[in-house]
């Protein structure tokens, strides 16, 4: 049976609270001049949200999504970008399937998510949503073999919008888990002068990430880029180092 749209927000409207509405406001900064300024919640806990998006995945369509996705509505666009995770998850090629099992719509699911990246118009929607769409889709043929252009993610670096700046960095947290450094280091290099404290997180979280996996590579880049770094983007990628090593880099 379909889900719709109004079916998922007269659930989420019906499970507000107050207390957690101002409470979500004031740490999602969306005060006069904040990054989150005007977005407006519900009240609802993301775990709560999770229950909502658990009963209905792989039951809305996208065009119903397109319409969560739109909304004024904190949590509801943020049930958007879940239900969008499930349908990329149910896309990914079995165990016994061939790489390619599914492309058409692995590449549909990405490109609706490319369309309405600026509806993630804040960290969490960014960071719950990008790895596991946008990474995974990077991760697995298209239906021709050839792998999905990495370049989408330079063209989201080089955007005008904060949101999709952090999304080209974020998406990259599947990329390390598959052993692939390279695009991170990109750019996190191109994103390394951005004036904004999102990006400096998100630039030193990747690095960090690379660290645990593989420190040699993390300690070279450091080597050449640590100079350049604003502090919290060194302080985030040294966090797993003993104490001497974080030392040595933060002077």
């Known amino acids: 049976m379909i889900v719709t749209a109004n079916d998922i927000i007269s659930t989420l409207l019906s499970m507000g609270d107050e207390w957690q509405r101002e409470n979500l406001m004031r740490f999602f900064k969306t005060g006069k001049g904040e990054y989150g300024e005007g977005d407006r919640f519900i009240g609802i806990k993301v775990p709560d949200t999770r229950i909502v998006v658990k009963e209905a995945k792989l039951r809305v369509p996208l065009s ?29 090629p079995k165990a016994r399937q061939v790489p390619t099992a599914n492309a058409e719509r692995r590449e549909e699911i990405a490109q609706f998510y490319l369309r309405h990246a600026r509806r993630a118009n804040n960290w969490d929607l960014v960071d719950m949503s990008c790895p596991k769409i946008l990474g995974k889709w990077l991760l697995y043929p298209q239906a021709d073999g050839n792998m999905p252009d990495r370049q989408v993610l330079y063209r989201l670096a080089a955007s005008s919008n904060l949101w999709e700046q952090r999304i080209a960095m974020v998406t990259c947290w599947m990329l390390i888990r598959a052993d692939q450094y390279d695009d991170t280091l990109r750019l996190a290099t191109l994103l390394l002068p951005h004036p904004h404290d999102l990006i400096h997180k998100a630039v030193g979280w990747m690095l960090r990430e690379v660290g645990k996996r593989d420190m040699p590579t993390l300690e070279a880049y450091l080597d050449e880029h640590a100079h350049e770094m604003h502090r919290t983007t060194l302080r985030y990628a040294i966090e797993k180092m003993d104490k001497d090593k974080r030392f040595y880099y933060m002077q």
């Open 64 to 92: 119903e999504i397109d319409i969560l996705l739109k909304s004024e509505w904190h949590e509801v666009r943020l049930c958007g970008f879940l239900l969008l995770v499930e349908e990329m998850k149910a896309a990914l």
